[in-house]
């Protein structure tokens, strides 16, 4: 007799977060279908964190996350959200590709789960509501590796290809990704309700059902909305301390691809550092640099204005004045916290176990000739770890990174000094650094090449490279490759926000 495995659906709630707040958030539509989809990529780790590891392998789940099939009784929502973008206000956007198919039960709590390039949407404006297979599998392998580098962002469960043509610069294909998140709420939706709308009654009850779902602890302070406030500011903080510690640059920091969770979000032109360059521009589309590396925190600071100013009508009545100045303080902590979270994250990537007043400058004297020559970030970082404190040790792997030997090793003294200051062991200080300082990161190289090899049908460097993003502190020797420098043709890749 054939046996019929039961795969169990994804436990669907009935009403998830966004659908409870009502019709004036959202649309309902269903996915618009595509043709001959097949799996470009899966996603096992997440899955079995769901418990849909069974599901993920079933037909029904591929034309589920298709948009072939409809996921389960009530249509999928696009949200309407509103946004700055580049520093002008861009009014009304939305979910233009982006579908949210429902909030799921899972081990690991609730999850919204949402399908990005399932098509047209109310909110599509002149875009055509598709993504397309590059920028997916970017999309997919570097949520995953944010998340095991311990970065807060929005997960990816699978990507899905189709033959079906897209136009971007070239005629490339469609894909979709199936994102994960407890939600995929943005500073942006709080403008939209504030600005487009004009709607303080709407905004005030995304703002009440936002803090009872998501910020519960926000309930028990005197104004819960500035509690709120503050703690979007707080994680904010910490969120750009991790990216500008691992080297990553998002690319398109608008106010609508800002998480309210704290979370990355809208991977699309994003890039790892490879040569140490504060004024890295990986966005080929910001020829201004406003998204630069080292302007991320800067303009997320921005951003935070950006928010305390749609905030301002759900204060309610009485002196606006007196309301701006109590979400000004509200967000101000933002800018403490950046700087101590950083302090903390660099001084672990320097293996320093102690607080010492001039660590700062320390750091940043190193950072300063990495920058001057255009380092290696990861790979010095990584071989920092190495370095032996004892007097006269050569240290030749991270000395042989910089031009300048001599500024090297007059910085190498001070630092070797320093450890010995604090009785650092050589041994289990590497252990430390090795568990902060990633071996692997996505370098934009890794991902053209899992995308040419997927543009031609082989989806296994995909795969592949996703493991080893699962493990990016690990040595795994087998993978050195991916572990050295970037290529001479990396230099030639062209980033921009056409996805
Ligand atoms: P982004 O900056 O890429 O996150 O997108 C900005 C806005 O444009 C969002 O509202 C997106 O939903 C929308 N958008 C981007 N690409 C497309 C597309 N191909 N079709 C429809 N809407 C899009
Ligand atoms: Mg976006």
Redesign the pocket.
Known sequence: MIEHPIVSEPRWRDAGFLQSLGPGYWSELPAQPLPEVHWVARNDALAAELGLVDWLRSERALQVLAGNAPARAAPPLASV?S?H?FGVWAGQ??????LLLGEIDSPSGAQEIQLK?SG??P?????????VLRSSIREFLCSEAMHHLGIPTTRALAVVGSPQPVVRETVETAAVVTRVAPSFLRFGHFEHFAHTAGDAAALRRLVDAVIERYFPACREAPVPLLAFAREVALRTARLMAQWQAVGFCHG?M?T??LSILGLTI?Y?PYGFLDGFDPMHICNHSDHQGRYAYARQPGVAWWNLHALAQALLPALGDGDPQQHAHALGEAIEPFKAEFESSMLHLLRAKFGLAAERDDDPKLIDDLLRLMAAERTDYPIAMRRLAGFASAEGAANDGLRDLFIDRAAFDAWGLRYAQRLRDEHSIDAERRLRMNAVNPKFVLRNHLAEQAIRRAQAGDFTETQRLLKVLQRPFDEQPEHEADAGFPPQWAQQIAVS?S?
């Open positions: 959200y946004g973008q956007l939305g979910d233009g590709r982006a390039g047209l949407t909110y599509s404006r002149m875009g055509d509501g598709r993504a398109v608008n609508d691809n809208d699309g926000c996805s």
